[in-house]
Nanobody, 122 residues
Framework: QVQLVESGGGLVQAGGSLRLSCAASRRYAMGWFRQAPGKELAFVAAITWTGSSTYYADSVKGRFTISRDNAKNTVYLQMNSLKPEDTAVYYC???????????????????WGQGTQVTVSS
């Protein structure tokens, strides 16, 4: 059974930083998505199974960094220079190896964590 456990969310002031973690039961290519109140689920970042490639939404490029520790089956999302518009529930998700959907599409991720709230105050 696939298990994804997120941690690291919280309340931070604008300009601050948070690091989200997602511990998986095994190694996967992984993505982070977020959903703000009243908005659709949106892609944030993704990293390949080896960690050799990463992908980012334009809105977070230069501020967020996705990384992984394969020894721990854990993926991280370092979020710097946070803005109030980054407020959302953040979900990590795991891809099936060899999946054909783009890394930016939620359809390519059959496994999801429970979500962690990130709130950025102005």
């Amino acid at each position: 059974q696939v298990q994804l456990v997120e941690s690291g969310g919280g309340l931070v002031q604008a300009g601050g930083s948070l690091r989200l973690s997602c511990a998986a039961s095994r190694r996967y290519a992984m993505g982070w998505f977020r959903q703000a109140p009243g908005k659709e689920l949106a892609f944030v970042a993704a990293i390949t199974w080896t960690g050799s490639s990463t992908y980012y939404a334009d809105s977070v490029k230069g501020r967020f960094t996705i990384s992984r520790d394969n020894a721990k089956n854990t993926v991280y999302l370092q979020m710097n220079s946070l803005k109030p518009e980054d407020t959302a529930v953040y979900y990590c998700a795991a891809r099936i190896l060899g999946g054909s959907s783009p890394y930016t599409s939620s359809q390519g991720y059959p496994y999801w964590g429970q979500g962690t709230q990130v709130t950025v105050s102005s």
